[in-house]
């Protein structure tokens, strides 16, 4: 019965303040869709970040460090410092431990995009997030040799279609005076978005890139010598070396021993990479970054209680004559105390709904936006332990700060003079 | 373009902070040799376990040179047995049983010329020697759980670090334990 009469008094005495406590309560939830929307968000890229590739075992490559490796192979960042021989990837290949390999070969771009060249083994067998493959959103993977295939992201930039013809640059950088102008590639198809760097390229065949160089061993095109569409008929083209080659095991006890097989391979010095033990080390190196971000959202959270506290003191100074009332009417010091508790509690139970609202509202609106202009792939998920603990947090530390004026009020309600009566 | 540009620079910038440790046991390369530091490799599967540990002999010992007294030689011996026979990675419930134990140690005999990195031994310049330690272990009740414990890092005082890389049914990841801590968790990244 009681507290039945102090929940009523409370939400009586939260409607007759509801233009200052609604501003309060705005500050609050935008505050605490701060805090929810940085951890929600940590989480997420975190997530999308981690899985940039999955399911692919090891790295292979030119003796390098694995960061090096990891950064030139899967998010197209750096350049590798060595090949590794055409002869080695062979016998790699031969292996019969090694399931699957995609080999990687870079150093050409389009437009400020990389080119990579590979195989079918990439489409069949490269995977990202949750064990994703990779599909096409139009056309057919490239089986010609100027056959080209376009990540999502580069069609959607430059706004290129299947059939339509591109010219590839020599070398990396934006813009590049020395283009492959003989060899005009076909787009055959475009991939769906992933949300990873694999938008952020377009794909060719090993022959392809083999194809394009003739004629270009000096480092600029030589009149005449230059492959054309007609001349590349019929023709082999067998690469050189590569630059890496991503490799899948199916036993994968045996990860650790074929790496260390591979890095002391006789042939030629390699490094062998644990794609999923470099990105977490990678991720361990931006962590700090995450932490300073949620700490300062912490700090935003904590200054809107401290923005209540004085409301609520304010406030609290213009009730001295509703207290009285109060009193009279036979409420006891701790039944006008608890008011300050529950209204205050019932505030930040408010203002997490309302968060909780914001930030799915938020998420589902942004989430095509963000991954469109920014490759990041966030969708909407149910909260994690740790997420709903935050939000808990805010209610709870709502009923810590309303102690403050709840206490004074009880104190102050006692000396009016009634407190021993109504109490009995 | 648009796209990735933020992580990119986050990455770059990653890569100039970062120096990218060279990956050991070089075909044409000297391994590398980090006194206090050691890696533990594990490889998981079902209820199988195979791990790879691998310290300077340093870490292990407290000292890397051929045994010469009596006591250092007991302390080789024990050391080498103690290796073969506990498990290096167990399940908090110790349910790991050595199937296979391999361990590799081959002490410096201190004759070599070759020059010691800057160490500061007491003894004649020498090379330094790493022990490797290889094991295949069945752990029952190892489905489905995530953690794990190691006794390296409390049998070690001489262990300052232990590098840990797992590969797990889930994917691969990576940690580090300290000197005394001896639980470590698999996540994925």
Redesign the interface.
Known sequence: MKTHLALSLALASLWHRRKVLALVCLTLTLSVSLLLGIQYLRTEV?QS???TI?GT?LIVGA??????LL?YTV?H??DATNNIRWSTYQALKNDSRLDWLIPISLGDSYR??RVVATDENFLKHFRYGRDLPLALAEGIWFTGVFDVVLGA?VAR?LGHQTGEKLVLSHGGG?TSFSNHEDTPFTVTGVLEPTGT?V??AVYIGLAGMEAMHVGWESGVAIPGRTMTLEKAEGRDFVPEAITAAFVGID???????LQ?EI????GE?????????A?????R??GQ?ERALLGITGFVVITSLIGLIAVLLTLQAQRAHEIAVLRATGASPALIASLYIIECVSLALLACLLALMIGAAGISLASPWLL????LQITLRPLTAPEWGLLASVPVAAALVSLIPALSTWRQSKTLGFGEAADQ | MTSNKLPAQILAAATILTAAPLSANASDNPGTHQHGHAELQVAISNNQVDLIFTSPAYNLLGFEHEARTGEQEASVKETIAWLRTTPLVNTPESSCRIQDADVHYEANTGDDDHRDQGHDHDEKPARHSDIEVSQSLTCSGLEGSNELTTPLTIRFPGLEHLSLEWVWPEGQGSGRLAQGESLFKLTTH
């Open positions: 975190k970040f981690t899985t999955s075992d003796r390098s460090g694995q960061l090096n950064l998010f960042i750096g400020g995009y992201g930039d934006r760097p938008d952020q036993r994968k006890i045996l990860t650790f021993r260390r890095n002391q391979f006789a010095p390699l490094s062998a990479i644990l794609p999923g033990v990105l977490s080390e990678l991720w190196l931006m970054f469109t202009s920014y490759g």
